[in-house]
């Protein structure tokens, strides 16, 4: 009978046992099969005691009852890895606090060499205190002396005491584990707890007991050696998904930029076929527009050529067509240029020409700024030619502009003329020109304004030699057309503006009525203009109706202040569109217009009316503040004195003319000294309002005209500047109040004599420099000298009749007027 | 089954809470359903600290979003808030003032909730590749934890925070004055950590640890143990056929534990869908749930322990092929107060 059936039978008989200590049978029956089974023959014995080691593994109660941890250590001696199993009945808790065990586990790891595992154990013993304690110190001081020295004899009888302590039952595997234990010095101390736990070894366990299935992913787990959690794998996935995701999006977002670029290239090609077919209708707009702008020089320069002639025929009747905005700030500018284009025309008296050049002007008058192209002289030939020859008109607006924008501040004149350019549709598209090609210019010519001051000089000396001022002007010509796209531009419209130049001049008549309203002020004038300009541009009779011009006024003197300033935006922006295209396109299309107008008014000037130089006097009035202005004129104005007197004989007579009247007035202003040579803007604009005046008149002999230039007059009247001008300078003055007085005559002198005193605000420009027109002081100055005239001008009950709008800012006295100009200026500024 | 119209049904009654429910297996135990759970797996659950009137729950799921409700007296949930992440919400937990709620998520961000303002601010940001299940909060200050290995589950109950890690490796930190590292543990299981959870004495301080496996067994493992042999042991759970050894036993994995803050018993909810309650000091299972039908992947106890929280959702345990996106996840609510008294030690 093996021991196999023996076990099977007595397992069979355990169910029967009955008493408190389950493990006394297997005591019993291990005992009995060694006694009955041969000694050699315990192979067979690893069944029982594996049996027996299984059965009471989780019996806590026995866990470290001596008997049962000795079976343990003999389970063990039947396994190929005692090692495992210890660790693994350790873990079950099994001879924990037993000394027999760790010694026993700690000889197996020394019998193996494990020095340091041996150690560990046998320090775990100690931590659990396994009891019996001595036996642990006695097996592990023993352990260290033979790790470190040969071991001694007298503690194997001890480590036997301990084998038969330990196991009681098996001393022999403790006591061969001693043996063989290599010496080797304790290994310092380290606190390593071992507890109950499964790590400790489940070898047995699992084996014998249950058999397990995980039931997760254990195979998704490995990943590197190590394990992933769960919820890492989800992770992967999840950002797997979201790379997918992303992908996918990526795609779509590929194959909608795809799809998109391919819209885009249809509609490019549909475009492109539409621009192709647009192309010619565009290009024709196009061109239409860059007409338009030349039409209006051309227009203007025509206008002007018959300008001269409707000046004095039909200075009511510009004024009434100035009431187009465009008229007005072109008469505006024309005003500025007019008084050098006076001179010119006086000179040349070529209208015609002066248009084709009055296109250059316009440019170049931005280029003769920038230039120091001598505007003066050009002016002259503007005069002469705007109506006469090309190259005046041009001359004359660049020095025209270069005045007003240094003077008045050009830009506002500018702006106003575009908003007033803006209303009409010539204006509009002066202004869209002017956008395009015209606003740099004039842009250019506020900034070029200091500049031209001293060019206006050189300009003026220029002048003094038309001949040379020519040469000049074709000099500036050449910028002009540099900038000259515009002015081709304004050329082209010119020739369609023919009538717009009428209102040109008529604009450029208010302006002298406006300058005359405020003489003082150039502010006003050229808010006057503006609104002179805004009512003809939008049509006479609406643009004088009072509501019109007041907001026309107001309007162009926002427009004009912020001109100003815009000016030097303008030159960036005068492209622009709407706004700044308007104010910049206005400015442009203004300083075209001025030029346009200042040939026509220089030409129709030189011709009869002289009109334009009103304008021309107006802003030089307030240029007059600005000396370097003045100074350019005053140069003319010498010239112009010359002709002043002419003028009334012939243009280049009364260009002749006013230049005497400027010098008088630039003695006046002279007397204001250098300022009057440098203001013979100032000056000029006093002459040209004295101009303006007698070109009023003019316009009041005609009959229509005259309601419209009756206004006018009266701010010519106003424009006490020119009369203390002409005070200063007796015939000046008689030229001014002449001119006024004697519409018909005066206009056409005066035209002649306000390009003629702007040659004399050279004379004084050259002298003084005035490095703030605006000077309270100064202006004060000049028009305290200049409010005389005006008071002495009775002219100003006309006004009021004709024009209420402006006749408000008229009837300030100058002093107050120029505040309240300063005032608009600063509103605008702060605006 | 729609969530509204199962919290309609508790609306009309706490006691019809029970009654109510379908038969079905997603809620065997007749708990209470929270109302607007997660539309994805929920990941952590959490209830407001004793400092805060009332139950407010807390649950962060891998739809991103940490949800937050408010747990009335008759088991009536009411839906607070709601905090989105950019990635999974690994894990949540509550500032000791319960104003603010912690977050830490796939999207390797933490995320400081303010409830009062509703304001997530972030404030840590991990460049790990993997922010895993650690939670780097603290009670009242922020911890975060870094580690040489992977860092598979952590809890923190001031002054200790225990990390579990890759590698059967443990690590106690103490976070008194300058956090440190207190101690390395080689770790009492064999298999990978899945779930660890700080038990404090009865001076309520914290002592030890459970650490759950990723196969079935529990450790209760004392930092400084009178008796290393004996206090520290393990145990089996979430297996089926504990007894039966003729049949292999399916192993499942223990997905949370959570101490019971009165009686200082424990639950651990695992994949095989049941909870367990446990003494640790008598050793002996309390009880032991019916089985859902879905894994029970977080758990939580309130602050008078009066309220057990676990939720129903896949937990992946069995990978991406057994995951099922239209199937509903749940938030349940037990009362806890009986059933996880303490039991005179058998032995």
């Known amino acids: 009978m093996d021991?196999?059936?023996?076990?099977?039978?007595?397992?069979?008989?355990?169910?029967?046992?009955?008493?408190?200590?389950?493990?006394?049978?297997?005591?019993?029956?291990?005992?009995?099969?060694?006694?009955?089974?041969?000694?050699?023959?315990?192979?067979?014995?690893?069944?029982?005691?594996?049996?027996?080691?299984?059965?009471?593994?989780?019996?806590?109660?026995?866990?470290?009852?001596?008997?049962?941890?000795?079976?343990?250590?003999?389970?063990?001696?039947?396994?190929?890895?005692?090692?495992?199993?210890?660790?693994?009945?350790?873990?079950?808790?099994?001879?924990?606090?037993?000394?027999?065990?760790?010694?026993?586990?700690?000889?197996?790891?020394?019998?193996?060499?494990?020095?340091?595992?041996?150690?560990?154990?046998?320090?775990?013993?100690?931590?659990?205190?396994a009891q019996p304690a001595s036996t642990v110190l006695h097996e592990y001081s023993q352990f260290s002396s033979r790790t470190t020295v040969q071991p001694l004899g007298v503690q194997n009888p001890l480590q036997n005491l301990t084998n038969q302590m330990s196991s009681s039952k098996e001393p022999l595997e403790p006591s061969k584990m001693t043996w063989e234990c290599p010496s080797k010095p304790p290994a310092p101390r380290m606190t390593i707890i071992v507890s109950r736990s499964e790590a400790s070894g489940s070898l047995s366990s699992q084996s014998s007991s249950d058999q397990t299935v995980s039931e997760y992913i254990k195979d998704e787990l490995l990943c590197d050696g190590s394990e992933l959690s769960f919820e890492?794998?989800?992770?992967?996935?999840?950002?797997?998904?979201?790379?997918?995701?992303?992908?996918?999006?990526?795609n779509k977002l590929m194959e909608r930029q795809l799809q998109e670029q391919e819209e885009r290239i249809r509609r490019m090609k549909l475009s492109l076929e539409e621009a192709e077919v647009m192309e010619a209708c565009g290009g024709l707009t196009e061109e239409f527009s860059h007409q338009d702008g030349f039409y209006w020089s051309l227009a203007k320069?025509?206008?002007?050529?018959?300008?001269?002639?409707?000046?004095?025929?039909?200075?009511?009747?510009?004024?009434?067509?100035?009431?187009t905005q465009n008229g007005l700030p072109s008469s505006l500018w024309a005003a500025d240029a007019d008084a050098p284009a006076q001179h010119s025309a006086t000179r040349c008296g070529g209208g015609h020409p002066a248009e084709s050049e009055e296109k250059l002007d316009v440019s170049q008058g931005g280029a003769a700024n920038l230039s120091h192209a001598t505007p003066n002289s050009s002016l002259g030939f503007v005069q002469a030619t705007p109506?006469?020859?090309?190259?005046?008109?041009?001359?004359?607006?660049?020095?025209?502009?270069?005045?007003?924008?240094?003077?008045?501040?050009?830009?506002?004149?500018?702006?106003?003329?575009?908003?007033?350019?803006?209303?009409?549709?010539?204006?509009?598209r002066d202004l869209e020109d002017?956008?395009?090609?015209?606003?740099?210019?004039?842009?250019?010519?506020?900034?070029?304004?200091?500049?031209?001051?001293?060019?206006?000089?050189?300009?003026?000396?220029?002048?003094?030699?038309?001949?040379?001022?020519?040469a000049d002007r074709k000099a500036v010509r050449c910028l002009a057309e540099v900038a000259a796209p515009k002015a081709d531009k304004p050329n082209e419209t010119s020739q369609y503006l023919m009538p717009d130049e009428s209102t040109m001049w008529g604009a450029r008549f208010n302006p002298l009525n406006s300058l005359a309203a405020c003489p003082n002020n150039t502010s006003e004038f050229a808010l006057l203009a503006h609104c002179v300009s805004t009512p003809f541009t939008h049509k006479p009779l609406s643009s004088f109706s009072e509501d019109q011009e007041n907001i026309c006024s107001e309007d162009d003197a926002s427009i004009r202040r912020q001109t100003k300033r815009l000016s030097p935006i303008i030159e960036q922006s005068p492209n622009e569109d709407k706004a700044s295209e308007t104010a910049a396109s206005l400015l442009e299309p203004s300083s075209v217009r001025q030029g346009t107008i200042v040939s026509a008014g220089l030409a129709s000037t030189s011709i009869t009316m002289l009109q334009p130089p009103p304008p021309a006097v107006l802003s030089f009035r307030d240029q007059t503040p600005a000396p370097a202005d003045s100074s350019v004129r005053s140069g003319r104005g010498w010239e112009v004195h010359a002709s002043p007197e002419p003028p009334l004989q012939l243009a280049c007579l009364g260009s002749v003319k006013p230049k005497t009247r400027p010098f008088t007035i630039l003695e006046d202003t002279s007397s204001s000294s250098g300022d009057l040579s440098q203001v013979p803007m100032s000056q000029e604009s006093a002459l040209q309002p004295g101009r303006f005046s007698a070109r009023s008149p003019e316009a009041s002999a005609e009959p229509d005209l005259d309601a419209l230039l009756s206004p006018l007059r009266p701010v010519a009247p106003t424009k006490a500047a020119d009369i203390p001008m002409s005070p200063e300078?007796?015939?000046?003055?008689?030229?001014?109040?002449?001119?006024?007085?004697?519409?018909?005559?005066?206009?056409?002198?005066?035209?002649?004599?306000?390009?003629?005193?702007?040659?004399?605000?050279?004379?004084?420009?050259?002298?003084?420099?005035?490095?703030?027109?605006?000077?309270?002081?100064?202006?004060?100055?000049?028009?305290?000298?200049?409010?005389?005239?005006?008071?002495?001008?009775?002219?100003?009950?006309?006004?009021?009749?004709?024009?209420p709008n402006i006749s408000p800012k008229v009837t300030i006295t100058m002093g107050e007027s120029a505040c309240e100009c300063r005032m608009e200026k600063e509103r605008k500024t702060t605006s | 089954m729609s969530l509204f119209g199962s919290t309609s049904s508790f609306g009309t009654g706490g006691s019809g809470v029970f009654g109510t429910t379908t038969t079905d297996s997603h809620n065997p135990m007749k708990d209470v359903e929270v109302t607007s759970p997660p539309d994805d797996s929920i990941s952590c659950l959490a209830f407001s600290p004793p400092t805060m009137p009332g139950n407010f729950l807390i649950a962060g799921s891998w739809?991103?979003?940490?949800?937050?409700?408010?747990?009335?007296?008759?088991?009536?949930?009411?839906?607070?808030?709601?905090?989105?992440?950019?990635?999974?919400?690994?894990?949540?937990?509550?500032?000791?003032?319960?104003?603010?709620?912690?977050?830490?998520?796939?999207?390797?961000?933490?995320?400081?909730?303010?409830?009062?303002?509703?304001?997530?601010?972030t404030v840590v940001s991990v460049n790990e590749t993997e922010t895993s299940h650690c939670n780097p909060l603290d009670k009242s200050t922020q911890l975060q934890l870094y580690h040489d290995r992977q860092c598979y589950c952590a809890d923190v109950v001031y002054p200790m925070a225990v990390v579990a890690t890759a590698e059967r490796g443990l690590i106690v930190y103490q976070l008194e004055n300058q956090p440190s590292e207190f101690r390395r543990i080689d770790s009492p299981l064999k298999h990978q950590h899945r779930c660890v959870a700080i038990f404090k004495d009865k001076q309520n301080k914290p002592t030890g640890f459970a650490l759950g496996s990723i196969e079935g067994r529990v450790a209760i493992h004392y930092i400084n143990p009178q008796n290393p042999a004996k206090d520290n042991f393990t145990f089996k759970c979430h297996r089926s056929n504990g007894t039966n050894t003729t049949t292999p036993q399916d192993i499942y994995a223990v997905n949370?534990?959570?101490?019971?803050?009165?009686?200082?018993?424990?639950?651990?909810?695992?994949?095989?869908?049941?909870?367990?309650?446990?003494?640790?000091?008598?050793?002996t299972k309390l009880k032991t749930s019916e089985q859902l039908d879905q894994p029970i992947t977080a758990c939580c106890f309130n602050n008078n322990g009066n309220i057990f929280a676990y939720a129903s959702s896949y937990d992946w345990s069995k990978g991406h092929e057994y995951y099922n996106p239209q199937k509903k996840n749940y938030i349940f609510l037990r009362n806890a107060a009986e059933e996880l008294k303490p039991r005179n030690k058998k032995w």
């Open chain 1, 232 to 250: 890492e794998v989800r992770a992967k996935k999840y950002f797997q998904q979201l790379q997918h995701k992303k992908r996918e999006e990526e």
């Open chain 2, 256 to 283: 949370a534990i959570a101490f019971h803050p009165v009686h200082g018993t424990l639950a651990t909810v695992g994949s095989d869908g049941r909870f367990s309650f446990w003494d640790k000091d008598a050793r």
């Open chain 1, 301 to 323: 320069p025509g206008s002007g050529s018959a300008g001269p002639e409707c000046v004095t025929e039909t200075p009511v009747a510009l004024l009434q067509t100035s009431v």
């Open chain 2, 63 to 121: 739809a991103n979003d940490v949800r937050c409700w408010e747990v009335q007296d008759n088991g009536q949930t009411v839906p607070k808030a709601q905090q989105m992440h950019t990635g999974p919400v690994l894990d949540a937990c509550w500032s000791d003032d319960g104003s603010k709620v912690f977050t830490a998520s796939c999207d390797k961000t933490a995320k400081m909730w303010d409830l009062n303002s509703n304001q997530a601010i």
């Open chain 1, 729 to 803: 300078q007796p015939p000046l003055c008689a030229d001014v109040p002449m001119s006024p007085q004697q519409s018909l005559v005066s206009t056409g002198d005066q035209p002649m004599m306000s390009p003629d005193r702007e040659p004399r605000p050279h004379t004084a420009g050259g002298v003084y420099v005035v490095p703030d027109p605006w000077d309270n002081q100064l202006i004060a100055h000049l028009l305290s000298r200049l409010s005389p005239p005006l008071t002495s001008h009775q002219c100003c009950f006309a006004w009021s009749c004709n024009v």
């Open chain 1, 434 to 470: 002017g956008a395009s090609g015209g606003g740099p210019l004039w842009s250019r010519l506020p900034e070029v304004a200091p500049f031209t001051i001293f060019q206006d000089h050189e300009e003026d000396k220029e002048n003094v030699h038309l001949a040379e001022a020519s």
């Open chain 1, 387 to 428: 109506s006469r020859v090309l190259p005046s008109p041009t001359v004359n607006t660049r020095e025209a502009l270069g005045v007003v924008m240094d003077m008045f501040q050009a830009p506002t004149f500018l702006e106003e003329p575009v908003s007033d350019s803006s209303h009409l549709n010539a204006s509009e």
């Open chain 1, 3 to 129: 021991i196999a059936s023996y076990l099977q039978s007595f397992e069979s008989r355990l169910s029967s046992y009955v008493g408190d200590d389950p493990l006394d049978p297997w005591i019993k029956f291990v005992d009995f099969l060694e006694q009955r089974l041969p000694a050699g023959n315990t192979s067979e014995m690893c069944l029982v005691f594996d049996s027996l080691v299984q059965r009471f593994l989780n019996n806590e109660r026995y866990s470290n009852d001596i008997r049962y941890v000795n079976y343990c250590i003999r389970c063990a001696s039947y396994y190929w890895d005692p090692v495992a199993f210890y660790s693994e009945v350790f873990g079950k808790g099994v001879g924990t606090r037993t000394a027999a065990l760790y010694v026993a586990w700690a000889q197996e790891f020394e019998q193996r060499g494990m020095k340091e595992q041996a150690d560990a154990v046998y320090r775990k013993a100690l931590e659990n205190q």
